[in-house]
């Protein structure tokens, strides 16, 4: 599929997935967040999935609305800036770490085509190094 990275750059963007996960959950301790409030919110931005059920490109948004680093940063500015008064910073961190996760195990953005069509390549196919 056109648009989907391999080799090299497929695994620097799961390093940098890894990157991502790490560093938010390094913050959220170092904050001393609740665990609890971790372990529970960690899984929440795949509920986005349930848009599947409306069809690949409904999935596809929805996915890629919950999956992308622009939400858990602007949450976490808003939250910083105390722009929106129920915004918070532990959410942020939570979210971002769900994304990096999922670009760790190699979990893209996805294309309306199919949920295996993903920005890091299809989903069950090695990839070689190119």
């Known amino acids: ?43 929440a931005p795949d509920l986005a999935l349930i848009g599947y059920l409306a069809g690949r490109k409904a999935g596809a948004i929805t996915y890629n609305l919950t999956h992308s680093y622009v939400g858990p940063i602007l949450l976490t500015m808003a939250a910083l800036a105390g722009a929106v008064p129920y915004a918070k910073v532990g959410i942020g961190l939570i979210w971002a770490a ?28 090695a990839k070689t190094a190119g």
């Open 98 to 125: 769900h994304i990096g996760f999922d670009r760790l195990l190699g979990f893209g953005l996805k294309y309306e085509s199919g949920f295996d069509y993903t920005h890091l390549g299809r989903l069950g196919r």
């Open 1 to 43: 599929m056109s648009g989907e990275t391999s080799g090299y750059v497929r695994q620097t963007l799961r390093l940098e997935g890894l990157c991502v996960l790490v560093l938010a959950t390094l913050l959220y301790a170092r904050a001393g967040y609740a665990w609890s409030q971790y372990i529970f919110l960690f899984l």
